[in-house]
């Protein structure tokens, strides 16, 4: 809570504040699209049972879960945050940034500190990381879908199920233009064209904003569902499942939740044997909440007065997030916004991505980037003791020395695919509105430092190209020079060493920031089994990237989002057979 402190007290310093958008801007009359969507204080105690599924966390898996059952069961989301459509900073391109910065209880992004010392953020607000992403689609690694154990003509049903409801071919820029010729250059090749689909080489991916800029989150997904048959509440936080332990095994029957009013509700499974809650509150929220209701660590649990309705020692274990490093690259030359648009699929084991133009937005602050900001970051080389009010001004001055051109271009993103570094999930307390205290012990096992190492020589050679130096009309930098302005604009809470510009090593463990590709907590074989159904509990499920060991492809949203439409049609056809055909 002090770092957020921190944080909030250095905003308020600068001279030009975030101008935050009025909130009746954005999608309008959603409520004609949505009807079945309302607060949580709305459901009555008449509406409060009999429900064939109940959905926690209504983010990039759980609406098109959601969407998919009411097809033909009766279905509850409940979703912790507000709607998407009517908040600007959610909606719009230009403002990706803003809800990143925003630390505010009710910003659609929940911001987090790893016990690493690594900014990050969770979705807090209906379509989950979706709405608050950098917008990138791109398929998974075929591998990866042999891994899982998926039905692979299913999996082709899925995809273009959600790519006609919510993706888009990007406008391509000038930018992404010049570092897609860089990459071939270094050797990333071939080109690929456009294409949603893994391959070895650089490519053009989809997104999720369309020409306009506005983004369509996975929320956009429930319009497919059964209105009749479906209610999503949001600011309906659910606070524990709720368990039946009378019988041979525990089983859910419902779940309790509080509502944007601080009442608790409860809401109940229907008496059908195959009736279930399914937890889809993503890799930090789905562990978290199995803790506060009963299963994990005994010992964990006890510790908290938690009654244990089932020991599982892997609950919030093999925790990883790819781990990220970025080269700031100046630009003389002013350059249009663009989010993740090209990308690099390189054999070295690390994906090359690019984003630029976030210094210049009328609503931002001078050179800020949300999460991947400068001013953000500058606090890090500051100990929080030590964050006095003429501390952060001396430091704030002394920001100047930094080129602007670095923050009139953009960054070059280096990250590590498939980490073999792991980490843990625990409780802080029994509050589930506050983040559990989270370790991803970044680059703690030598093969990820080596990958990164090559991946930040692999981002120079693109930086140093001359595509990219004729496009920003800047001279062709010595690397160290590009680590240092790098380093000097570094956006997470690790000290730093004076070998950083010398060291490659040294540069990626104390610049290593996240793009929020966090995954694990719920592995199958250990938390679920290959339906993804709880052990040792009945009617209970995940669904979500807490199951997953690594995450899929470059950019896991398109293969989450999938994986609720996948879920929805497995469950269904393996309920009712052909008549699960929808």
């Known amino acids: 809570m002090a770092s957020i402190g921190a944080l909030k007290f250095f905003l308020y310093l600068l001279p030009c504040l975030l101008n935050y958008l009025p909130h009746s801007q954005g999608k309008q009359n959603w409520n004609g699209e949505y009807p079945f969507i309302r607060r949580g204080s709305s459901l009555e105690r008449s509406e409060n049972g009999g429900y064939d599924y109940i959905i926690v966390g209504g983010g990039t898996a759980g609406c098109p879960l959601a969407a998919t059952l009411s097809k033909k069961f009766k279905v509850l989301v409940l979703e912790r945050g507000g709607v998407p459509f009517n908040n600007p900073n959610v909606t719009f391109l230009r403002n990706f940034h803003i809800t990143l910065a925003d630390t505010s209880p009710t910003s659609a992004s929940q911001y987090f500190i790893s016990t690493d010392g690594v900014l990050n953020a969770r979705g807090r607000v209906l379509g ?83 020409r306009f800029g506005r983004r369509h989150t996975a929320a956009e997904l ?57 937890v889809s509150s993503g890799a930090i929220g789905t562990p978290q909440l199995l803790l506060l209701s009963g299963i994990g660590p005994r010992e964990e649990l006890q510790k908290f007065n938690i009654p244990v309705v089932l020991h599982n020692e892997f609950v919030g274990k093999g925790m990883a997030d790819n781990p990220m ?10 350059v249009q916004q663009s989010l993740i648009e090209t990308v690099g699929i390189t054999n070295l084991g690390v994906y090359i991505e690019t984003s630029c133009g976030f210094g210049q937005s009328k609503d931002s602050i001078h050179c800020h980037h ?3 900001s400068a001013e953000i970051g500058q606090l890090s080389t500051i100990p929080p003791k030590q964050r006095s009010r003429e501390a952060v001004e001396a430091f704030v001055k002394s920001k100047k020395d930094i080129p602007i051109e670095a923050f009139r271009g953009g960054f070059i993103l280096s990250k590590v695919a498939n980490p073999w570094s792991t980490g843990e999930l625990r409780l802080i307390n029994t509050n589930v509105e506050e983040n559990p205290a989270v370790t991803f012990n970044y680059f703690s096992h030598p093969y990820d430092l080596k990958r990164c190492v090559e991946g930040i020589r692999l981002a120079i050679k693109v930086v140093q190209s001359q595509h990219v130096t004729n496009y920003t009309m800047c001279d062709r930098q010595s ?104």
């Open 128 to 210: 989950g990381g979706s709405s608050i992403n950098a917008g990138f689609y791109t398929r998974a690694n075929p591998r990866f879908i042999r891994k899982v154990g998926w039905d692979t003509k299913l999996v082709n049903e899925s995809y273009p199920w959600v790519e006609k409801q919510v993706v888009h071919r990007p406008k391509f820029s000038h930018w992404q233009r010049a570092v897609r010729d860089g990459l071939l250059d270094a050797g990333v090749s071939p080109f690929n064209g456009f294409t949603y689909d893994h391959k070895y080489g650089t490519k053009v991916g989809g997104t999720i904003f369309d």
């Open 222 to 278: 429930l319009a497919s569902g059964n209105p009749k048959k479906l209610t999503v509440l949001v600011h309906a936080t659910v606070q524990k499942i709720v368990f039946d332990t009378t019988g041979k095994k525990p089983k859910a029957i419902g779940v309790i939740f509080k509502d944007e009013n601080g009442k608790q509700h409860q809401a109940f499974l229907g008496t059908g044997r195959q009736s279930e809650v399914i």
């Open 325 to 334: 490093n970025t080269i700031f690259v100046p630009s003389k030359r002013p």
């Open 370 to 372: 949300g999460i991947l």
């Open 479 to 582: 690397a160290e020079k590009m680590l240092n302005i790098s380093v000097q604009a570094n956006i997470n809470l690790i000290p730093k060493h004076a070998n950083d510009t010398k060291s490659m090593e040294q540069f990626c463990r104390d610049s290593v920031i996240t793009i929020w590709h966090y995954h694990g907590g719920c592995h199958v074989g250990k938390v679920v089994n290959s339906e993804y159904k709880v052990l040792g509990v009945d009617r209970l499920r995940v669904v979500d990237g807490s199951t997953f060991s690594e995450s899929p492809g470059t950019n896991p949203q398109a293969t989450v989002m999938m994986m609720g439409r996948y879920m929805g049609l497995k469950i269904l056809r393996d309920r009712l057979g052909k008549l699960g055909d929808i």
